[in-house]
């Protein structure tokens, strides 16, 4: 799968929050959006994921313009994204039912009132899906629990394995690691790695440009609403064109 | 369990108590169910779309909260009067009247306090569930379970203001009794106020105990759906 942003801009109220982005993404491979709090990378994010459609230029996945499309259309090419929330997200649950809760949207109605009564064991793919996204983030066996009684890195597995669940060609993610402990962080680096080894294509908005030379292919830096720049992660990490790029990636603040 | 018993009246009086008590739950129920099939949807366009008139609305709701019964028991009665604009449907003092009156009462308790309900949850776990796949009314739904314990207490305080109010279906009801000494629109409520009036302030003490039981086995029901809900 490949995703474009073709010249996007994104208004809110009066204030431009998205100016003429533009970025290609391809499935297989893991992309950092990088770039100091406050630039835009969550609405970035929020935008690919077709949350609301741009003031200007288009969203294609694989050439289709998410919002030239009809609503039906743009449902289904929706689920080929998922997208991992910064903030804690879980719904108040079991966690086996937050997991299968992508799957549970998907079904018809006689699958939905399978699934609100019997549960996630309602049919034995659905189990399995549920066990295999768990294992992904190395909480096998954790399904009974209820979600409001993880820790904060555990939920965030758990928001992982809820996206992961529903197979999605393109991931999403929204400082997946930001306050999370250094173990945390290499087992969801690990499931990202994982992930991106099926071939799946990862988007991550970070500010942490060590955890973007750790596991991206591709970076993206963003400063003042925009990308000033995209490439490869050796080549943008290590020699980056712009000055406003440079000054970010070694530390200093954006001017 | 035989009511008679407990209360320590004859089968007549029993027969009056216990028709009372169906008046008086049937009216309050309806009202219930039709405030919260109406206040659920309210309270999650309020909450969540932008609309104009929209802060009116939320206004209308939360002053709606303290419309004082007889008064809407009062332009009800002018509304379904034989004389009033609705008056062909011929819906004065008859239970349908005192369901709409409660209807009115009901609402705005129970789409005030589920929109508070609905309002907190989380913007980050409504976006979670849109970026898995989720349609606008599956994540309305999602609102809902996720705001389920707030919105059961919404729907106990509208049933608690229906059933306890008095000053509108005493209005809108007549608090009529049939010739057989069942109720027609008399209710434990209205019933009080006519066992006061007439000095039997026994009967009234017990219907009023009655009315306490009522709200208080409503109520625990409403806790126990929310225990098991929490998991």
């Known amino acids: ?251 200093e603040l954006p001017l | 369990m035989d009511l008679g018993a407990v209360i320590g009246a004859g089968p007549e009086t029993t027969r009056y108590v216990t028709s009372i008590i169906r008046v008086s739950l049937q009216v309050s129920m309806t009202a219930v169910a039709i405030s919260t099939a109406m206040g659920i949807p309210l309270a999650l366009v309020t909450a969540f779309r932008r609309f104009p008139g929209r802060r009116l609305l939320t206004t209308v709701i939360t002053t709606g909260m303290g419309f004082p019964s007889v008064v809407v028991g009062l332009v009800v009665l002018l509304l379904l009067s034989a004389s009033g604009p609705l008056g062909t449907l011929q819906l004065a003092f008859t239970p349908r009247a005192m369901i709409i009156s409660q209807t009115i009462l009901a609402l705005p308790v129970i789409t005030a306090v589920s929109l508070s309900a609905v309002q907190a949850v989380d913007q980050s776990v409504r976006d979670a569930a849109f970026a898995v796949g989720a349609t606008r009314r599956d994540v309305a739904v999602r609102t809902i379970a996720e705001a389920r314990f707030g919105i059961i207490t919404a729907v106990l305080a509208g049933f608690g203001r229906a059933i306890s109010e008095v000053g509108s279906i005493l209005i809108v009801g007549g608090n009529i009794v049939f010739t057989d000494g069942t109720s027609y629109t008399r209710t434990l409520t209205t019933a009080i106020t006519v066992e006061a009036r007439q000095g039997r302030y026994e009967t009234g003490l017990i219907l009023g105990a009655i009315l306490l039981a009522v709200v208080l086995v409503i109520n625990a029901v409403g806790a126990w759906v929310s225990a098991r809900g929490d998991r």
């Open chain 1, 1 to 251: 799968m490949r995703i474009t942003v073709e010249d996007v801009r994104l208004t809110r109220g009066e204030a431009t929050v998205l100016d003429g982005v533009d970025l290609t993404v391809e499935a297989g491979a893991v992309t950092a959006i990088v770039g100091p709090s406050g630039v835009g990378k969550t609405t970035l994010l929020r935008a690919i994921a077709g949350f609301a459609p741009p003031a200007a230029g288009a969203i294609r996945y694989d050439g289709a313009d998410l919002w030239a499309v009809e609503e039906r259309q743009r449902l289904q090419l929706r689920r080929t994204v998922a997208m991992v929330p910064q903030d804690r997200s879980l719904f108040n649950t079991t966690v086996a039912r937050n997991v299968a809760y992508g799957l549970g949207v998907r079904g018809g109605p006689l699958e939905r009132l399978r699934m609100a009564v019997g549960g996630v064991q309602a049919t034995d793919a659905l189990a399995q899906q549920v066990t295999d996204a768990l294992a992904l983030v190395q909480l096998a066996g954790m399904g009974g629990r209820a979600a409001r009684t993880l820790s904060a890195g555990e939920a965030q597995r758990v928001a992982i394995a809820r996206a992961i669940a529903t197979d999605p060609a393109m991931l999403l993610m929204d400082e997946p690691t930001s306050n999370l402990d250094p173990q945390t962080t290499a087992v969801i680096e690990e499931a990202i790695l994982a992930a991106v080894r099926r071939g799946m294509g990862v988007i991550i908005a970070t500010h942490d440009i060590h955890q973007a030379g750790r596991i991206a292919d591709r970076v993206a830096v963003m400063i003042g609403d925009t990308i000033i720049e995209e490439g490869s992660a050796t080549t943008v990490l290590e020699d980056a064109a712009s000055p406003a790029a440079r000054r970010f990636l070694a530390g």
